[in-house]
């Protein structure tokens, strides 16, 4: 496979676009504080991110305003620590405040000159239009959990996915897959046959922060530690 072999991009959004780790972790670091809680973001990340997975899995219809809310609340539970109603909305509320990784705007607009671009993300319509306007791009498409729903790694997602794709006119084999998250993307991704570009943004981190562990081995095709790595490596070949 040549990047020129393909004539779209589907996106997760919040990990590999956004900095979700940056904004989940302030909400959580203000509801520590405030409690004494003695944990390290990376701390409550890591303990956060299965009580998010169980909740989407769970409740696979709920908004993700609703499933930050309950997460959190489960993350409490297993700490031993209470949750307010207020806390709790304080990271249901929280997506338009979570910053865009520093590269990912620029890098968006210069592969929108050769692709088509489409979102795939576990979030609802009106949190993910806040992160849009961070982002700087207009996509061809945006699929949610909202409009899907249900949430990753559900293959439900990326059979939405497909069809979108050919709705477009986009060939078959002439889609590539990029994301941060093994557990919520490479993995289903690469069940419904797809190629992948794992976007490493843990690169100098090791440990796993927000996203569960990946249940099963998965290989993705390409592996940058950045947005900007990728657009450089895809711009530097000719188009097809």
Same mark, same amino acid.
Do not use: C
């Given at each position: 496979m040549r990047f020129g072999d393909f004539e779209a991009l589907s996106f997760d959004c919040y990990g590999t676009l956004i900095d979700w780790e940056a904004g989940i972790a302030a909400v959580l670091r203000t509801w520590a504080e405030a409690h004494s809680l003695q944990l390290t973001d990376e701390q409550l990340l890591t303990a956060y991110s299965t009580h998010e997975a169980q909740a989407e899995a769970e409740h696979p219809t709920e908004l993700y305003p609703q499933i930050l809310a309950r997460a959190m609340r489960g993350l409490g539970a297993e700490l031993g620590v209470p949750v307010s109603g207020d806390e709790a909305e304080s990271l249901a509320v929280s997506v338009p405040d979570w910053p865009a990784f520093p590269d990912s705007a620029q *890098?968006?607009?210069?592969? /929108?000159?050769?692709?088509?671009?489409? &979102? %795939?993300?576990?979030? #609802?319509?009106?949190?993910?239009? +806040?992160?849009?306007?961070?982002? +700087?791009?207009?996509?061809? /498409?945006?699929?949610?959990?909202? #409009? &899907?729903?249900?949430?990753?790694?559900?293959?439900?997602?990326?059979?939405?996915?497909?069809?979108?794709? $050919?709705?477009? +006119?986009?060939? $078959?084999?002439?889609?590539?897959?990029?994301?941060? /998250? %093994?557990?919520?993307?490479?993995?289903?991704?690469?069940?419904?046959? %797809?190629?992948?570009?794992?976007?490493?943004?843990?690169?100098?981190?090791?440990?796993?922060?927000?996203?569960?562990?990946?249940?099963? $081995?998965?290989?993705?095709?390409?592996?940058?530690?950045?947005?900007? $790595?990728?657009?450089? *490596?895809? %711009?530097?070949?000719? *188009?097809?």
């Open positions: *890098a968006l607009t210069r592969l /929108s000159q050769r692709y088509r671009l489409i &979102i %795939l993300s576990n979030v #609802d319509r009106a949190s993910f239009a +806040g992160s849009s306007k961070r982002l +700087g791009v207009a996509f061809t /498409s945006v699929l949610t959990a909202q #409009d &899907i729903g249900s949430y990753k790694p559900s293959p439900r997602n990326f059979e939405a996915l497909a069809r979108e794709v $050919e709705r477009l +006119g986009v060939a $078959e084999g002439r889609l590539l897959h990029v994301a941060q /998250s %093994l557990f919520h993307d490479h993995v289903p991704a690469k069940a419904a046959g %797809l190629p992948t570009v794992w976007i490493n943004r843990r690169h100098n981190n090791p440990g796993r922060g927000a996203t569960p562990e990946s249940p099963v $081995e998965v290989t993705p095709d390409w592996t940058f530690t950045s947005m900007a $790595e990728f657009a450089d *490596a895809v %711009l530097s070949r000719p *188009a097809r």
